[in-house]
């Protein structure tokens, strides 16, 4: 039986434009060897997710951006919901179960049993797929490595090191009621973001109606382990909604200070301008308190002449 790493790497090799790596977990060892089989001059697309349960649990590895750095035509991205293994060379691809692991490709004596299945690139499905794929991806930076590592960190002790994490899925049949808001355009919805937490834990009598449909609302999207103490909590928010594109737009926005007109209006110009009841004042209004509650240290808010002026810290990641 040809094993799905002899597969992959068939793939590499015949790849002469453009090749494209989804895959939820991708180990270094693994992706290293894959990258050592694709000729030069190639462009290389490489899309996983970073969850910090995930990263301690030891099922994917943040060193893989310093292997990307090092390719010369090469990219990360991030999507958090990410779920499909996927890959694709010029127009061959192969489609099934098997992450970027050593276990899953079969290289160990211990391997998983997969199946990589080859398909032509020129199905529609397969073209919807990859334009849906990036539409909610992030391009992974220096700044977001260096905050999903610290994230990590501060977390290594506080999450166990296991990979059987309960996700939290209290009260979905309440959330299936609220509009349909997607990766690609979301934005957070409730208004004070200290009452998040509490949703999380379950203690919605505590909050008012329109705080705990949209608490729900923001955390039927947002992917979260069970059981994290509040700080925990706050690390873990902070490092996720980086991830979202258009919260990653305004951040590399915020590089240099600006005025609440500016943003507004970067807002406006963005997907998330697609949301029923979207109001750009609003959004940026609570956006700025998510980003100050969740990331104290990485922003600033200053009001000189009467006018709010925000930005990134000269000392933030």
Not at 12 to 36: D, G, H, M, T
Not at 86 to 111: H, K, P
Not at 160 to 177: C, G, I
Not at 232 to 239: D, L, M, P, T
Request: hydrophobic share 45%; net charge negative.
């Amino acid at each position: 039986m040809l094993l799905p790493g002899d597969q992959l790497e068939e793939l590499c090799s015949q790849a002469r434009n453009e090749i494209i790596f989804v895959a939820p977990f991708i180990k270094a060892s693994a992706l290293e060897r894959l990258l050592s089989k694709i000729p030069d001059a190639t462009n290389l697309s490489c899309v996983t997710r970073w969850r910090p349960e995930e990263i301690i649990a030891g099922v994917s590895d943040l060193d893989v951006w310093h292997l990307i750095m090092r390719c010369q035509n090469a990219s990360l991205w991030l999507r958090p919901d990410l779920h499909a293994k996927y890959y694709r060379s010029d127009q061959n691809c192969l489609v099934g179960s098997a992450n970027i692991t050593s276990t899953a490709l079969g290289w160990l004596s211990q391997a998983n049993l997969e199946l990589l299945v080859p398909l032509s690139a020129q199905k529609p499905q397969l073209k919807q797929f990859e334009s849906e794929l990036f539409l909610g991806s992030v391009r992974v930076s220096q700044t977001i490595f260096e905050q999903m590592k610290q994230t990590v960190e501060l977390l290594q002790e506080q999450l166990p090191k296991t990979r059987d994490f309960e996700v939290v899925t209290k009260l979905d049949l309440e959330v299936e009621a609220f509009s349909i808001v997607t990766v690609d355009t979301w934005l957070p919805a409730l208004r004070n973001p200290e009452d998040l937490y509490l949703a999380y834990c379950g203690r919605l009598e505590e909050l008012s109606r329109a705080s705990r449909q949209t608490a729900l609302q923001d955390l039927s999207l947002l992917t979260l382990p069970a059981g994290l103490s509040k700080s925990a909590f706050q690390v873990y928010i902070g490092s996720l909604i980086l991830q979202m594109p258009v919260v990653n737009r305004v951040d590399e926005f915020l590089e240099i200070p600006q005025r609440f007109g500016a943003v507004k209006n970067l807002l406006t110009s963005l997907p998330c301008n697609q949301n029923l009841e979207f109001d750009a004042a609003h959004a940026w209004q609570t956006l700025m308190r998510w980003f100050l509650y969740f990331m104290p240290s990485r922003y600033t808010l200053s009001v000189p002449n009467h006018s709010e002026v925000f930005g990134r810290s000269r000392t933030s990641i």
